[in-house]
């Protein structure tokens, strides 16, 4: 079939597989390029303190993806993800993850690396004890240690079943206390609107919490202690974003900050518990603005983004999301004074690795502001970069990735 994007309300409803594999190649391009370093060594040849199997729990897109693609192709370590994805079929493309994840096992063993991917709830007690065991496999199979060296936590879903009272939580994007209203754009038009939000209730930022907070992290950490797979050295690393303050009211002050609140709580304790038993650590790192599915949709956030984008391309300071887990790599968590100990890792002053620190910079942030207040839809083509944000959105879904012919028939059940 010849596959288009269905774009509606900036959510695309579908996937290209050949632009998807295209474009896990091409970052795993960029991390053989970028890493350079004699210890980016497979299996037991790699010096200590650089990881040689990692898990990867929320593997299939964004930052997850990355952080997958780095570890394998950038420290040859064995790596298992877990991720929930739909297959595609003769009659229906999959989503962009699924084949993300096929593309990325056929590099991995084609390079003579080793990965296995679940598919499966990643909240389930289920699911942690079959991990277990492919944690154990993998690192057979790769004729390493069968201990954890890194655990990277970057799940996205929107629900969650909690394993102990078996109740479904649904998490949603909403101001707490007062309502919220902040512009949008629409990417395939360039209409600015202004959108707004109800105020959450306290069930609803309660089940915000449950889903995107902190709790899973240290249930599958209490879970991979307690099977003895743990590395005595072990580092976990959980995502997270702050932004501007302009966007602080829907996002930082709102259900979704209310939920980091708690992942940065779950990081403390984490690292404080490795810390004092086995020498391992935890950290929270706040990365940059990128497009995803759910940026998309998040009032002020694309008009931001936009603008941000136009701002750091111009100063050479752009980066997605493969650019960005390079950095954390190399410049943070295994920055070579760092290797052997992680209280070296750079941070901030509340623990936290910063890779949004040029985003951040004040004449970013200064200029991504005014730019805001200059652009209308007259000039959003050039005052922000519109082309860049509608890229980086269907590129995400495997769509306007250069090489890709979008023309030809296309198999959707496989890459």
Request: proline letters at 6%; glycine letters at 8%.
């Amino acid at each position: 079939m010849i596959i288009k994007p269905m774009i509606r309300s900036n959510i695309c409803l579908n996937s290209h597989p050949k632009g998807c594999a295209a474009m896990v190649r091409n970052q795993i391009a960029y991390i053989q390029k970028s890493f350079t370093r004699d210890d980016a060594n497979a299996g037991t040849s790699a010096p200590a303190g650089i990881p040689k199997l990692v898990l990867v729990i929320g593997c299939s897109t964004g930052y997850g993806l990355a952080s997958r693609i780095a570890a394998a192709f950038g420290y040859g370590a064995a790596t298992v993800g877990i991720s929930l994805e739909k297959p595609g079929s003769a009659t229906k493309p999959g989503t962009p993850g699924w084949y993300n994840n096929l593309t990325f096992d056929t590099e991995a063993a084609q390079a003579g690396l080793v990965s296995k991917t679940l598919e499966g709830d990643a909240f389930s007690d289920a699911l942690k004890a079959t991990t277990i065991t492919m944690l154990k496999e993998t690192a057979a199979a790769a004729g390493i240690p069968p201990v954890v060296d890194l655990i990277i936590y970057s799940l996205a879903s929107p629900v969650r079943t909690d394993p102990k009272d078996g109740v479904l939580y649904r998490s949603v994007i909403k101001p707490i206390g007062s309502p919220y209203s902040g512009k949008t754009i629409d990417m395939m038009t360039g209409r600015i609107n202004v959108v707004s939000a109800e105020p959450a209730t306290e069930a609803e930022i309660a089940h915000t919490v449950k889903v995107m907070g902190g709790e899973d992290w240290e249930r599958w950490i209490d879970t991979l202690d307690a099977a003895g797979i743990l590395a005595p050295a072990v580092r976990t690393v959980a995502y997270t974003y702050r932004g501007p303050k302009l966007s602080w009211p829907i996002y930082k002050n709102g259900t979704i900050g209310r939920a980091k609140e708690d992942l940065e709580r779950a990081g403390r304790a984490i690292n404080t518990r490795l810390s004092g038993q086995s020498g391992g650590a935890a950290w929270i790192s706040v990365n940059k603005a990128v497009v995803t599915r759910a940026s998309a949709v998040i009032p002020i956030i694309p008009f931001y983004i936009s603008c941000l984008f136009k701002v750091m391309k111009e100063r050479g300071l752009h980066e997605g999301c493969i650019e960005q887990v390079a950095r954390l790599y190399q410049d943070r968590l295994y920055l070579s004074e760092a290797v052997g100990d992680p209280r070296k890792v750079p941070v901030d002053d509340e623990g936290r690795i910063r890779i949004d620190d040029w985003e951040m910079r004040e004449d970013v942030q200064t200029e991504t502001l005014a730019r805001m207040e200059r652009v209308t839809e007259e000039n959003v083509g050039t005052a922000a970069d519109m082309a860049g944000f509608k890229h980086d959105f269907l590129e995400a879904h495997g769509f306007d990735v250069p090489g890709v012919d979008y023309e030809a028939d296309t198999d959707p059940a496989t890459i």
